[in-house]
């Protein structure tokens, strides 16, 4: 048998090697480099809002991350899952998984700078305002899936069942919006500026400031994306590897 | 007629594309040119196959469970079938039973193709080492809902028809969690024979039954056989698969690696057993 | 069973037992076994569940006793000159509401599983579309006993005065148990594949309770408070919207939740 154990591991290797690239990851490196620039042109090439001071400046993170976060990452969530029930390609799973994690992280970061800008704008932490508290419910809604994921021993189901919640949970979310909206509807908020209400009409030097983030956010979300799908396939490779 | 399929007696079928071109079944298609299909002794059966399957595969990842699986079996007669854990008995079974849908290859009963709609589950039953049971339900509520599912007309009678041949109508009242495993295995048979299923497949069927237990199975899987009902039994102990089978065969690694035929007088269990010890060890080796 | 009817079942097995399948390759006649009728089939596993539910009653007992410890200790941490009772409430019976139908969710699949009963039913010719129906069916029913057993007991326990609030109230109960037990259904479905079942459902469900029980909560208050629905029309049409959106999709994920 272990002339037929090792033909049968070489061809499993090679997706194995394929999925391990040795050498620097140049695309991380250059998004980080983009983030760095932006946060420092943020800081000290952006005039502050006159109204609301330096601490306005958390926007250029807060509005990139919601737009990375949840608009991308969530959608491409959603659509991998629905369309892996359609063809079954485990390499749409891996997109969705990966996706969801780092999505994770993104909305994390709307979730820490929504109340920071809350504390030192009004001192309070926490506004149940319409987009902030829908990015709470679908960051609850993406832990569970991934906590759904952990739980699932056979790859296939894994797969099979995470994209079921994925797909229902794409129709969950407009869902989600309406109700947040009505609520808020209810208890209209304070007329403020918030994080997820910028001025309409924003003089271009702050204008620039926030394109340059938003590209610099987008650059690291596919960079990690990238990454965090690799490290999938060297997972699964591996796993067929020890059953093969 | 000038196509289809022809059997011994000339009485012309529809032709089964794939089977056709091997004449030790005894057909040959006069419609189409086929390539030969390999006679293995797996797919040798005494009369027209009631179960066909060919190049059946089944994959977990890039795992092959089930790699290449061919084989016929007629009325009446009984796949003995033994091997290893983790041989792929089992997923080949759940893929004849329409629980699972081969990646690759196909298989039929009785020209249906499975997995299949309605008309061709009603002709599978399945028997497990599990109970396939409700437990809080008692014996007679077990098997009329299966037989209620299957669509049978009348089926309370059918019910308790099932466990009297079973002889387990006296506990037809009995929630099955209170009934020993021996008596839960004979409930559970009774629901899978509730409609009369033309294919019985068993894994392992013989687990924790006591002597008892056993002897009432094989008695029961006998009288199966002869009323033309065919089976697939697998099983770990060789000499009560062996006492049934027309036919044994081993697998291994998803493949079928050897297959023997019964002769008149039935199979030398020692010998066999024998044999298929060497050939596992070969295997592990 | 009675020996009256044992001696009938007796002589119906008896004009069966001639029967023995003749042929070789002898096919069923189509009229002997029926045709799978989605109705019959949902309605008969509901039934079973509904049976298997009744006499072991671990469902109903967890999900009882759920419900009046929670709304004990709700009353006893309200400060009643604080709130009033019509304002606390409406939430109250909502959170219980949702838990208390959470705890009943997994069995519904449990105990298909225990014992791989659920081969057995999957190899069967009945439609994976009526196995969820008729699951839905049984969860509903569960839900509704539930909501029945606790709206009651908060009413009671919070001194409420509901009078014609009654119905409007209940109408909005059973839409939300539409939407609960279809979405519970299907996870309850896709969690008894993993370990650590119970705990997994409620965080896969609650999020998609949301947009149920947030609408809910605000229609039972504005019909506690006397408010008529022209108020909370657009809480309706969520709810609404919600089953009837859900509903359908759940049925068609369910057969996916099924390896094949």
Known sequence: ?244 | MTGGLHAPGGIAKVCDARVAGNRASGYTCAMHAHPTVPVSPATQTNGPPILLAEGLVRRFGTRRAVDGVSLALGAGECMALFGPNGAGKTTLLRMLGGLLKPAEGRATLLRHALPGDASVRRLIGLISHHSMLYAPLTALENVRFAAECQGMPDADAAAMASLERLRVADRADTPVRLLSRGLQQRVSIARALVHRPRLLLLDEPYTGLDDVGARALTAALRALKAEGTSLVLVTHHIGEGLAIATQATVMLAGRFVATEHATPQGFDVAGYATRYRTLIEAGAA | MSEHVREQLHERVTAHAGERVTGIAHVREPDALRAPSFVADAWRIARKDLVIEFRTRSGLLASAVFSVLAVVMFHFTWDPTAIPAVDLAPGVLWVIFTFAGLLGLNRSFGLELADRAYDALLASPVSRESIFAGKMLANLAFVTVVQALVLPAVVLFFNLDVGAAWLPIVGVVLLAAIGLSAVGTLFAAIAANTRLAELLLPMMTLPFFIPLVLPAAQLTSLFMNGRPLADGMGWLKVLVAFDLVFVPACVLAFPFTIEE
């Open chain 1, 1 to 244: 048998m272990t002339s037929v154990s090792s033909t049968a591991s070489a061809p499993l290797k090679a997706p194995l090697a394929a999925a391990s690239p040795k050498g620097f990851d140049w695309f991380l490196a250059v998004a980080v480099v983009a983030c760095i620039a932006a946060s420092v042109r943020a800081m000290f090439y952006t005039p502050a809002d006159a109204m609301l001071g330096e601490a306005q400046k958390i926007f250029y993170i807060h509005v990139p991350a919601a737009i990375v976060g949840l608009y991308l990452a969530c959608s491409l969530l959603a659509i991998c899952s629905l369309v892996y029930l359609w063809i079954r390609d485990e390499r749409l799973d891996r997109l969705a998984e990966s996706s969801a994690e780092v999505g994770l992280v993104f909305m994390g970061m709307v979730l820490i700078t929504g109340p920071i800008w809350a504390r030192t704008s009004w001192g309070t932490w926490w506004q149940w305002e319409a987009r902030i508290t829908s990015t709470l419910f679908l960051w609850l809604l993406v832990l569970g899936y991934l906590v759904l994921r952990n739980a699932v021993e056979s790859t296939e189901q894994r797969a099979r069942l995470s994209a079921v919640m994925g797909s229902l949970a794409a129709l969950l979310v407009p869902f989600i919006h309406l109700t947040v909206l009505l609520f808020r509807g209810m208890h209209p908020p304070p007329v403020v500026l918030t994080p997820n209400n910028p001025q309409k009409n924003l003089p271009p030097e702050m204008r620039l400031t926030f394109l340059f983030a938003t590209l610099a956010f987008l650059l690291l979300f596919f960079a990690l994306l990238r990454m965090r799908y690799r490290w999938a396939a060297m997972r699964d490779a591996r796993a067929a590897l020890e059953h093969g």
